[in-house]
């Protein structure tokens, strides 16, 4: 099969989807690569290491999808991307379509088929490329909201570590998931005073006994979460229902109640956001104020962190990626029920029934 890798032109989104290494593996496994001059350059590989690997390096990203046929990259197609695509062709990446209605009926007129990393199941149950960049982003929550707490950036002026005679920063985090639990870790070991919420006890059973108490853990409910917010100084949206949006916990009215120069960090803003008053924003622009609360909504968090992010990304998905160019897309989803519920879009059809209800679509089972 011929592989695509396209370099990534979200803002200031520096990962990639293929290293140099998974280069020479689909090589070696007979498939032919070509790559866009300087892809790899944000994560530190060169073009050279790319045609070491045996990669062949493309004049542009129009050669690029011109040549392949199945397109891998790390986050959705932007528009100006997605003229470039041809009917059949297959894309592989990081798709979040439940948010992006307009993005979904493009991609379905290019009649593309479209797998999305963070609908892939593996036989356990759990969502294994979603996990690196979720665990990557949980830790980062923390950090910037500690950054974006300090007074200067606006924020309250609240070191969430305290000092002895005054007490930590507030953390409340909504899911206890893997972003979840990620920032929990996080949150716990700066030594704020940490709230979890979520809907599965289980879950929050499992934190009580990982820390032994150093963690509040609720049962979701509106009382709960009113109260938890209000107190807050940094929130963390750590909420994920898989291929669907995710369900808004805060509403502005709450919100306009919480301490002014408190910290929203919404990680579940791929997805919409848990909060009503989130919106995406970007690296560049990553926070905004309402009601006096600093949102930061930034959608592609790990991409600032591209040596780490690319390296976790690629060993989750470049099995399926090989299996993917191996086998072909059609034996490869028949054969995976957790691989055919990747598949998204196919030939001007949805197939997940997550993306369908969000934007009232009809929903067709790939399997």
């Given at each position: ?22 280069a ?24 050279d ?6 990669a ?7 050669e ?24 059949g ?10 948010s992006?209605?307009?993005l ?18 593996a036989?356990?149950g759990s969502?294994?490329?979603?996990k690196p960049?979720?665990e ?22 609240v ?33 704020a ?14 934190l009580d ?12 409910s509106?009382?709960?979460?009113e ?6 100084d940094?929130?963390i949206g ?15 009215a ?19 956001g848990?909060f009503e008053?989130?919106?995406a924003?970007?690296?560049?622009d990553p926070?905004?104020?309402?009601d ?6 930034v ?5 600032i ?7 976790a ?21 028949k ?10 879009l ?11 209800d969000a934007?009232d679509?009809?929903f067709t089972?790939?399997?």
């Amino acid at each position: 099969m011929i592989i695509g890798v396209p370099k990534e032109i979200k803002d200031h989104e520096y990962r990639v989807s293929l290293t140099p290494d998974g280069a020479a593996a689909l090589r070696k496994a007979g498939h032919t690569v070509w790559v866009e001059p300087s892809a790899g350059q944000g994560s530190g590989f060169t073009d050279d290491e790319y045609r070491q690997a045996g990669a062949s390096m493309a004049s542009s990203k129009e050669e690029v999808f011109q040549k392949a046929e199945l397109i891998v990259k790390v986050k959705e197609p932007l528009f100006s991307e997605c003229g470039l695509f041809r009917p059949g062709q297959v894309l592989f990446t990081y798709l979040h379509l439940a948010s992006l209605p307009e993005l979904t009926r493009v991609l379905l007129d290019a009649k593309i088929t479209a797998i999305a990393y963070e609908t892939t199941v593996a036989k356990d149950g759990s969502l294994p490329m979603l996990k690196p960049m979720s665990e990557i982003a949980g830790r980062m929550s923390v950090q910037v909201g500690a950054h974006y707490l300090e007074k200067l950036q606006g924020g309250r002026g609240v070191l969430l570590a305290g000092v002895p005679g005054v007490e930590p920063g507030k953390v409340v985090v909504l899911g206890a998931g893997i972003v979840g639990a990620a920032a929990t870790r996080i949150a716990v070991g700066l030594g704020a005073q940490v709230t979890v919420i979520n809907l599965d006890v289980e879950r929050l059973r499992y934190l009580d006994d990982l820390y032994q108490g150093r963690v509040v853990t609720r049962a979701v409910s509106e009382a709960v979460i009113e109260q938890a917010v209000c107190e807050a100084d940094l929130v963390i949206g750590a909420v994920l229902v898989p291929g669907a949006k995710a369900p808004r916990l805060v509403s502005r009215a709450l919100l306009s109640r919480m301490k002014p120069g408190a910290v929203v960090v919404d990680v579940s803003v791929d997805q919409g956001g848990c909060f009503e008053t989130t919106r995406a924003t970007t690296h560049s622009d990553p926070v905004y104020v309402v009601d006096g609360i600093l949102h930061y909504c930034v959608a592609n968090m790990p991409g600032i962190v591209p040596r780490t992010s690319t390296f976790a990304l690629t060993n989750a998905t470049f099995p399926y990626l090989m299996r993917l160019a191996s086998d072909g897309v059609d034996r490869a989803v028949k054969s995976d029920p957790g691989l055919a519920r990747g598949v998204n879009l196919k030939n001007g059809q949805v197939t997940c029934q997550g993306v369908a209800d969000a934007h009232d679509l009809r929903f067709t089972p790939i399997l």
